[in-house]
């Protein structure tokens, strides 16, 4: 496990990024690395959408139903929501004003977005009949609390389920990039986002299980994602999103030249710039509200 925390700052909750050690001060590029819409959307918006048509039919949301999207971000699962029920209601929280801000801008008559803290929901009890939350567990500092909450909000008999990238080899746009970047510094292996928690296989399935949830599925759902060019690559980094862009950003420019040049030669070994395709597995867990 890592020996060191790289965390970012947001009201009104705290990410814990990686396990284990105490928290190291942030850096700017650090603190704003969950609050700038346009660069995540860029950065991993466009993959929170392929996956989140994917989780909606796996999490069974039915139309008319109310569902609760906890860690909407820029709105991925909101959207996906909506577009598969014309009468489902979507009310999304996140801790970050900016990403509440943009997913506002393209929010539909039946969808509602507004800061809040997954570890304590303002809602009543049953108040939706599915809470989801698209890949943000593992930021979350005390996902037991969260789930929990997400049960509490959740009617009897409703879904509560969940999505974390297998970030040690099962998400290849990061996969490649912190192989790359470990290998060019071997001092920033502890922030490797291979260590992220809830990650594994099976791991969502136990915490779901030891929350009381029932009838619990845990499934890997996988996505190709399409480059357009190795810039439509490795320009979303430049925008300091992520970990993986908040590293990048935070380079002096001769050694991020030096990144850049081996992250080419990985994706492109042939040389030659152009389209291609990166797949990428998310392990997403659902359960049943129990009646008590």
């Known amino acids: 496990m ?31 690395m969950f609050s ?8 991993m918006g466009r993959w929170s959408r392929l996956l989140a048509v994917e989780f909606v039919a796996f999490a069974g949301v039915q139309d008319g139903h109310r569902v609760l999207d906890v860690g909407t971000g820029t709105g991925a699962l909101a959207t996906a929501l909506a577009k598969a029920g014309s009468r489902t209601q979507v009310v999304g929280i996140d ?23 997954a570890q304590s929901l303002r809602f009543a009890d049953a108040s939706f009949d599915a809470s989801l939350a698209l890949l943000v ?77 029932e009838n619990v599925e845990e499934r890997p759902l996988t996505i190709d994602q399409h480059y357009a060019s190795f810039h439509d690559y490795w320009d979303s980094f430049l925008k300091g999103a992520g970990p993986g862009g908040a590293y990048v950003v935070s380079l002096p420019d001769a050694r991020r030249q030096e990144l850049e040049k081996r992250m080419r030669a990985r994706l492109l070994p042939a040389g030659s710039d152009g389209p291609f395709v990166l797949k990428a597995r998310a392990w997403c867990v659902k359960g049943r509200s129990p009646a008590t």
Not at 97 to 103: I, L, Q, T
Not at 146 to 152: F, K, T, V, Y
Not at 174 to 203: C, T
């Open 95 to 117: 801790p970050s004003e900016g990403f509440v801000a943009y997913a506002r801008k393209s929010a539909g008559p039946r969808t509602t977005f507004e800061t809040g803290d």
């Open 36 to 43: 700038a819409g346009d660069g995540y959307e860029r950065f």
């Open 137 to 213: 567990m593992n930021f979350v500092p005390d996902p037991t609390k969260a789930i929990g909450e997400m049960r509490r909000v959740t009617r009897p008999g409703g879904t509560v389920g969940a999505c974390v990238w297998d970030y040690d080899d099962g998400m290849k746009m990061l996969r490649i990039f912190w192989d790359e970047v470990v290998a060019l510094d071997p001092s920033m292996e502890p922030k490797d986002e291979r260590h992220m928690k809830l990650s594994r296989r099976g791991q969502l399935g136990e915490l779901w299980r030891k929350a009381g949830l």
């Open 2 to 32: 890592p020996s060191k925390i790289l965390r970012a700052v947001l009201f009104p909750v705290t990410f814990a990024i990686a396990q284990g050690g105490e928290a190291q001060p942030l850096t700017a590029s650090e603190a704003k």
